[in-house]
């Protein structure tokens, strides 16, 4: 048994999903019901997928709830938990800061750059020497899961350096690959939740009218604001990786750079780094050079916005690999993966984390930073050096 199983062991009442003692603060949470409310007053076959996956996302909102509810107790009672943050109705500190961790407007434990989420914690909580990060989901297959926890455990590795970074998951009984998270996670199974008059009250019932709410006041229960941390700027980290990586002249990016340990943690947090851009008649000999035959979608290059493709580098287990992205005038960001003769266009939100990135980045090449047709074949035959 490892020492982190031995420190949190699951309790009976986390085990079986006893609800009846923090039933009432159920109800002062806030849910996503009003579509699964619509579709319940329709004809719709409970078994259509899309009626299937409205009602496990409302129950799997409740089921973190209700974990969370749970793990207030149990950790007022643990002995190694030192401290736990407080989240949903059991503080009222939602501050829309720049950058740090926050509870957000939904009430959850968030860590923010340039004010869009890096990532969200169902719980957290710290002992003497960790910090866990707390993951709960119904989901029976967890290979999603599983790849979500290393953006996490990175973030928290930065920003808590002198703690180690724990993990501890909460499924359902059934799940699958349980046997399979890294070492550094505790698992726990609870039965199912499928207590049906609990949820349909909150679908239908959810008023804190006659709900009583039980509130804990213990020294461990601290709030985000309380929580020290290392100060990282996500964007600064990103502008300082670009001009680090760009300083091999023969190679055009510095592959041993991107190979060091902090590197490659930051790899985890962000999924690539930028290392330049292109002008579109400079990314059409790139398409040419790479004997590019079949294209998912049609790019009008004409409207490509600024005339710029910008280019960045992601890693895989075993390799590093070019991904392009550009803006079409007047639609959405894309994103160009390139397999073999294919080029995968794809869309990104325009609201979302690469197009924050990808504005901010343009701001830096302004000063620099364009590459041409010989420098993607430089940095493709270093990859190909590399796989070898």
Same mark, same amino acid.
């Given at each position: 048994?490892?020492?982190?199983?031995?420190?949190?062991?699951?309790?009976?009442?986390?085990? &079986?999903?006893?609800?009846?003692?923090?039933?009432?603060?159920?109800?002062?949470?806030?849910?996503?019901?009003?579509?699964?409310?619509?579709?319940? /007053?329709?004809?719709?076959?409970?078994?259509?997928?899309? =009626?299937?996956?409205?009602?496990?996302?409302? @129950?799997?909102?409740? =089921?973190? &709830?209700?974990?969370?509810?749970?793990?207030?107790?149990?950790?007022?009672?643990?002995?190694?938990?030192?401290?736990?943050?407080?989240?949903?109705?059991?503080?009222?500190?939602?501050?829309?800061?720049?950058?740090?961790?926050?509870?957000?407007?939904?009430?959850?434990?968030?860590?923010?750059?340039?004010?869009?989420? @890096?990532?969200?914690?169902?719980?957290?909580?710290?002992?003497?020497?960790?910090?866990?990060?707390?993951?709960?989901?119904?989901?029976?297959? #967890?290979?999603?899961?599983?790849?979500?926890?290393?953006?996490?455990?990175?973030?928290?590795?930065?920003?808590?350096?002198?703690?180690?970074?724990?993990?501890?998951?909460?499924?359902?009984?059934?799940?699958?690959?349980?046997?399979?998270?890294?070492?550094?996670?505790?698992?726990?199974?609870?039965?199912?939740?499928?207590?049906?008059?609990?949820?349909?009250?909150?679908?239908?019932?959810? +008023?804190?009218?006659?709900?009583?709410?039980?509130?804990?006041?213990?020294?461990?229960?601290?709030? +985000?604001? &309380?929580?020290?941390?290392?100060?990282?700027? =996500?964007?600064?980290?990103?502008?300082?990786?670009?001009?680090? @990586?760009?300083?091999?002249?023969?190679?055009?990016?510095?592959?041993?750079?991107?190979?060091?340990?902090?590197?490659?943690?930051?790899?985890?947090?962000?999924?690539?780094?930028?290392?330049?851009?292109?002008? +579109?008649?400079?990314?059409?000999?790139?398409?040419?050079?790479?004997?590019?035959?079949?294209?998912?979608?049609?790019?009008?290059?004409?409207?490509?916005?600024?005339?710029? @493709?910008?280019?960045?580098?992601?890693?895989?287990?075993?390799?590093?690999?070019?991904?392009?992205?550009?803006?079409?005038?007047?639609?959405?960001?894309?994103?160009?993966?390139?397999?073999?003769?294919?080029?995968?266009?794809?869309?990104?939100?325009?609201?979302?984390?690469?197009?924050?990135?990808? /504005?901010?980045?343009?701001?830096?090449?302004?000063?620099?930073?364009?590459?041409?047709?010989?420098?993607?074949? #430089?940095?493709?035959?270093?990859?190909?050096?590399?796989?070898?």
């Amino acid at each position: 048994m490892k020492k982190s199983e031995h420190l949190l062991q699951i309790n009976k009442q986390i085990e &079986n999903l006893q609800v009846e003692d923090i039933y009432d603060n159920l109800f002062f949470y806030k849910y996503h019901s009003r579509y699964l409310k619509k579709l319940q /007053k329709t004809d719709i076959d409970k078994d259509d997928p899309h =009626y299937i996956s409205t009602y496990s996302s409302l @129950v799997g909102e409740l =089921y973190e &709830n209700v974990v969370y509810e749970l793990l207030l107790p149990y950790a007022i009672e643990n002995q190694h938990i030192t401290r736990f943050v407080l989240k949903g109705p059991h503080q009222d500190n939602y501050k829309n800061y720049k950058n740090g961790l926050m509870i957000d407007i939904n009430s959850q434990i968030v860590y923010k750059a340039g004010y869009k989420d @890096v990532t969200e914690f169902d719980a957290l909580f710290f002992t003497k020497e960790s910090v866990y990060f707390v993951e709960t989901t119904i989901v029976k297959t #967890t290979t999603s899961l599983r790849k979500r926890l290393k953006k996490k455990k990175a973030l928290l590795e930065v920003l808590f350096p002198k703690l180690k970074i724990k993990a501890l998951i909460i499924l359902t009984k059934g799940a699958m690959g349980v046997s399979v998270f890294p070492s550094y996670c505790t698992v726990w199974l609870t039965k199912p939740l499928e207590d049906k008059e609990l949820i349909k009250d909150i679908v239908y019932n959810l +008023t804190k009218k006659d709900k009583k709410f039980i509130e804990y006041g213990d020294k461990k229960l601290i709030h +985000t604001y &309380n929580v020290y941390t290392k100060d990282f700027k =996500y964007f600064d980290t990103l502008s300082w990786i670009l001009r680090s @990586v760009r300083k091999d002249q023969e190679h055009i990016v510095d592959f041993k750079f991107l190979s060091t340990p902090q590197i490659e943690r930051y790899f985890e947090i962000f999924s690539k780094f930028y290392i330049g851009y292109m002008d +579109t008649h400079s990314f059409i000999e790139v398409l040419k050079f790479l004997n590019i035959t079949n294209i998912s979608e049609d790019i009008p290059m004409e409207k490509i916005f600024e005339d710029q @493709v910008v280019v960045t580098i992601e890693k895989t287990k075993e390799t590093f690999t070019l991904v392009y992205y550009l803006k079409i005038t007047g639609d959405k960001l894309k994103r160009l993966d390139i397999a073999d003769d294919s080029l995968k266009v794809s869309d990104k939100d325009p609201k979302g984390f690469t197009a924050a990135e990808i /504005k901010y980045m343009k701001y830096l090449f302004k000063k620099g930073f364009k590459l041409s047709l010989d420098d993607i074949k #430089t940095i493709e035959s270093k990859i190909e050096d590399l796989d070898k």
